[in-house]
């Protein structure tokens, strides 16, 4: 839960600098420093990857889990879950309460939905590892500041639903610890760190647009497999 504390921290922490100080920063400023994370979370994600003791698992996790995650349509429901709660709560009307939901949902829909949050939970919560969680604080940190900015306090207020949102997966994380064997600890630590690296080429560096959601299964597949290849080898 360590990673939680952090990520909470992080958004409150910029929340607060971007109502004081966001407006001064300027976009060249943002860009180069969120660029600058891109190439820190590619190398990261290149480091957790070189734990595979196979790496044909971990292709064929990728390749099974995005063809589980294009025929559930993860990246399109995670997307579809944002739009319709930002119409749901935050709607078209003006003024102060408006603005405050607005702010509130944005962030919390961003925050929430993105995959770092479920694999850096599912890392913290299964390893004690809160690498990809702390990443995704200083990510977190930069936007909440330029969201606090424009969209004032109700950005600060998304900690809360980010929090119980990936404080419950890493506890659920934590509940599988005793059945999760190493090397399946090293494979779905390798699988999750090709995903950074799509994180850091698609998201951060905008390099090319990889639908990292759909992916997503990647991560409870490649378990899978070193448990089916273990039985076949006994």
């Known amino acids: 839960m360590t990673g939680n504390f952090i990520n909470v921290a992080a958004i ?58 294009e025929w559930w349509g993860v990246e399109d429901a995670l997307q579809g879950l944002g739009v319709w709660l930002e119409k749901r709560f935050a709607g078209n009307s003006d ?9 509130f949902l944005t962030a919390t829909v961003l925050f929430c939905t993105g995959p770092m949050a479920v694999l850096g939970s599912i890392s913290d919560g299964l390893r004690g590892d809160y690498l990809t969680l702390s990443i995704k604080s200083v990510l977190d940190g930069i936007i909440s500041i330029a969201f606090a900015s424009t969209l004032g306090i109700g950005v600060a207020f998304s900690a809360i639903p980010v929090f119980i949102y990936q404080g419950s997966i890493s506890l659920l994380a934590a509940q599988l610890n005793a059945i999760v064997t190493t090397s399946m600890l090293n ?15 698609s998201s951060l560096l905008e390099l090319k647009k990889i639908r990292v959601g759909n992916f997503l299964p990647s991560l409870v597949v490649a378990p899978l497999i070193v448990y089916l290849l273990s039985l076949i080898i006994k």
């Open 12 to 69: 409150l922490i910029g929340c607060a600098l971007g109502m004081l100080f966001g407006t001064r920063l300027s976009e060249n400023l943002k860009s180069t420093v969120i660029a600058g994370m891109g190439l820190f979370t590619g190398a990261v994600g290149l480091q957790m990857f070189l734990k595979t003791e196979n790496a044909l698992v971990v292709l064929g996790a990728l390749i099974l889990g995005a063809i589980l995650g």
């Open 95 to 103: 003024g102060g309460s408006s603005r405050f939901v607005r702010g």
């Open 187 to 201: 494979e779905m630590t390798a699988t999750g760190g090709v995903l950074l690296a799509g994180i850091a080429l």
